[in-house]
């Protein structure tokens, strides 16, 4: 439809799709807080489907979620989670996190720092997680904040747990990403990579099992 404007035909503005809205939201987040927010672009369909393959479908797991943001990965962790299970997001932004109550109800949002991962998932009542989704920018902290978060991610996995990671590609030779990958092997058993191409950028996809035990 057209509306008139000076005896032309001037097209209505098309209203925002979901997509392009969360693109928006994400974009702006990322360019307000660039050192919270791993890239400038939300994670694609095909990121969101091989980080769901690494999750529990079975029993009643419970999912946590650091650094979920705009949602992008959580309609697929909470569409491979079965109904008697559990899904925490813990976000930084607190106008992402008022975002993910509204667009995705049946995950736990919660405002708090990674940081502080033991403290929120005890005030939650969580003892213990079957499996940890992280989008934080992890080249981009220090490396006692580093070792801080995997500490607290190894303690509160099952010793059958399972933590997943998304960095970009590029950022893996930097000296945070190095720095990351070998606190990776320090922290757990098995540590697998795969790239997915179909994301802008390329992702780099880490898949870790077998919390080791604490370290000194």
Not at 12 to 37: G, I, Q
Not at 118 to 126: E, M, N, P, S
Request: hydrophobic residues 35%; charged residues 20%; proline residues 8%.
């Amino acid at each position: 439809m057209t509306a008139q404007h000076h005896g032309k035909h001037v097209p209505r503005r098309m209203t925002d799709s979901p997509a392009l809205a969360e693109y928006r939201r994400f974009f702006a987040t990322a360019l307000r807080n660039p050192t919270t927010v791993g890239a400038a672009t939300p994670t694609s369909k095909a990121v969101a489907r091989t980080v769901a393959r690494f999750l529990p479908t079975t029993g009643s797991p419970t999912v946590v979620e650091l650094g979920p943001g705009t949602g992008s990965l959580s309609d697929e962790i909470h569409t491979r989670l079965p109904a008697t299970g559990r899904h925490v997001g813990i976000e930084l932004n607190e106008d992402l996190v008022r975002h993910l109550r509204a667009r995705i109800p049946g995950m736990e949002s919660v405002h708090a720092d990674a940081r502080e991962l033991r403290h929120t998932l005890t005030r939650l009542g969580v003892d213990s997680a079957d499996a940890i989704v992280s989008s934080i920018p992890w080249s981009l902290l220090a490396a006692d904040v580093q070792r801080d978060i995997l500490d607290q991610c190894r303690r509160v996995l099952t010793p059958e747990g399972r933590f997943t990671a998304l960095a970009c590609l590029p950022m893996q030779h930097s000296p945070g990403g190095k720095r990351f990958r070998a606190e990776l092997h320090s922290t757990f058993a098995e540590v697998g990579t795969r790239i997915v191409w179909r994301n802008l950028p390329p992702l780099l996809h880490y898949a870790c099992t077998g919390p080791l035990p604490e370290r000194d």
